[in-house]
């Protein structure tokens, strides 16, 4: 398994601001991805982000609006830029290891109120 | 892409076997089925992964027939800490296994 934090853990930002949410793992993993979850609904994948590449964004979600870093491998980004209200959410980070299968672990999220 | 299909709630009582099915009719040959647990407030936690027949761990089994069309999570003797959101997911490193379904919400009364 692996352990990850995330930061903040909420926020209530204004609208046409930004927020960057951290996500830190705390061993190497090389395959990273940052889901939305509305209230009561499902996760939705924004962007798969492996080190050493650009992230790979999910149809629906592009660069501009959700900017992601992804530095080394054990640390990631994800910017949630120009918030609207329709963006207040929880933003997950997640990662998984190689293989043939995909067993993901997931950060404790960041929940992200904008008015 | 397999579609996996949840019961969207169920109810149960303290000490009882919960069985949730998810149905996935298009799972491809290499896909494996994972299913996760959430809680409120809180990020998805991998239960168990599965290929076929039976898988059993220290949480659930996870029984799976020789079609792989479906699977079902079997939740022995469950406690009112087992409220949760499940999620079955099916897919392979490919990158189909990130898609989440509804998931279904599982109630336990005392």
């Known amino acids: 398994s692996a352990v990850i934090s995330q930061k903040p853990s909420r926020d209530i930002c204004q609208r046409g601001t930004s927020l960057t949410i951290q996500c830190q793992v705390d061993s190497q993993v090389t395959m990273m991805f940052w889901y939305r979850q509305q209230p009561g609904q499902s996760l939705t994948l924004i962007a798969t982000?492996?080190?050493?590449?650009?992230?790979?964004?999910e149809s629906g979600f592009v660069i501009d609006k959700f900017p992601i870093s992804r530095p080394n491998l054990t640390f990631s980004t994800l910017t949630v830029s120009n918030l609207s209200p329709e963006d207040s959410s929880i933003y997950l980070c997640?990662?998984?290891?190689?293989?043939?299968?995909?067993?993901?672990?997931f950060g404790p999220g960041t929940r992200l109120t904008v008015t | 892409l397999a579609k996996t299909t949840q019961p969207i709630s169920m109810d149960s009582y303290e000490g009882q076997e919960v069985n949730i099915t998810c149905s996935h009719n298009n799972i491809a040959t290499n896909d494996y089925i994972t299913w996760y647990q959430q809680f409120p407030s809180q990020g998805p936690r991998f239960i168990i992964q599965g290929y076929k027949t039976k898988v059993t761990n220290e949480v659930a089994s996870l029984f799976i027939p020789a079609d792989r069309k479906s699977s079902t999570l079997s939740l022995p003797r469950v406690s009112l800490s087992d409220t949760a959101v499940y999620y079955c997911?099916?897919?392979?490193?490919?990158?189909?296994?990130?898609?989440f379904g509804g998931g279904t919400r599982l109630m336990v009364k005392p």
């Open positions: 997640s990662v998984a290891r190689t293989g043939d299968s995909y067993e993901q672990y």
């Open positions: 997911l099916v897919g392979n490193n490919a990158g189909n296994m990130l898609t």
């Open positions: 982000a492996n080190q050493g590449s650009e992230a790979t964004y």
